[in-house]
């Protein structure tokens, strides 16, 4: 008989892993029946998670690192348990300031984050407004990472569900925005905004969404959540297959799980973008990641980044945030509950973030991993065994 489990979700190109388990069998391979719960915001589905709505969610990574540092209101202890995808967000910016930028002679070349940037900053002047899905969200810390330099005009964060982002754009609540696909495309389907850069421009190999649940039910139940990541990785590494991209955008489209056009969702499948609505298109390379490079490894490395940047903004002192989030990307229940599937085991649990510049082989129990590039737009190293 199969194990009924309740897995939340948002309409986004990166629940694939979880989507792809229940359509594709993998989750009826593990004896589990896989009951997936849209919900329609960030906040909601932290709270279906955390309050018992659900076992197993599709989460912005920095939320539970947020939750363990008591920022956000609600305090229940979740386990990241592996990463869903890496990367998969866009930047977009409205017609009106699209046209002020290509007006000073800005090309859009959806790759330059230091020029785009500086032609942003531009047109836009002071007060510039950017939507984002949630507070706590990599959306929100890489805009952070890339405008706050030394110097510049604050800037003004909202905070908008994915799917209402476009019509936020339209109504002129924002200028910019940071988006999970298909969200960004979406607004350039309507005509309302054009797509500036990938978050892959300003962190090569930033993990965007996590496979999130709680920290007691993982440990009263850990039989059941290592059948959940078994069907989970399976259906990353069916992903990962070129033959594999069509099928899996019709069944994203589907009314019960996205609601919008497969061919839509493909370009972020793809990575060949069309960023504006006179049908400019970009080919990103490694647009979103499930499986390759160890793209699903929690490295605690990744959880310290969000750590440190989270508690500087919050006046925490950043070494005790690093201590209580690297117990939060669980790299001991992914070691265990996922070997023998072939799985990539990294050498280490954590590492140097930024410094790998081209696909790179790296220490594994298998001996055949190789890392992709990871490297910040800037150039910076993060290196969480320095002081804050």
Known sequence: MSIALSIGFMPLVDAA????????????????DLRLERAPSWSTLRDMLAFGGVEAAHMLSPVPVAMALGLGGVSVPLSAVSVLAVNGDVIGVSRALAERMRAQGFGFDFSDAVAARAALRAAAGAGLRIGVPFPFSMHAELLHYWLSEPGAPAIDIRTVPPPLMAEAIAAGE?????????????????GVGELLLPGAAIWAFAPGKVLAVRSDWAAREEETLGRLMRAVWRAGRWLDRPGSRTTAAEILARREHLNLPAEVIDRALSGRLTISS????????????????????????????????????????????????????????????LAGTG???????????????ADTPAASESGRLVLRRDRFFDGRVFDLSAPG
């Not at 924002?174 to 309507?190: H, K, L």
């Not at 799985?343 to 510049?357: D, R, V």
């Open 278 to 337: 006179r049908g400019d298109a970009r080919r990103v390379e490694g647009f979103v990641e499930f499986h390759a490079g160890a793209a699903s490894f929690p490295w605690r490395s990744q959880a310290a980044w969000i750590a440190r940047r989270l508690a500087k903004r919050a006046g925490q002192d950043p070494q005790a945030a690093t201590a209580r989030a690297r117990g939060v990307f669980r790299t001991d229940l992914y070691r265990r509950l």
């Open 174 to 190: 924002i200028d910019a925005f940071c988006v999970g696909e298909p969200w960004g495309s979406i607004a350039v389907e309507t």
């Open 343 to 357: 799985a990539e085991m990294p050498g280490a649990s954590e590492k140097l973030e930024g410094t790998i510049e």
């Open 17 to 32: 892993p979880l989507i792809a388990a229940s359509e594709m069998g993998f989750a009826r391979e593990e004896g589990l």
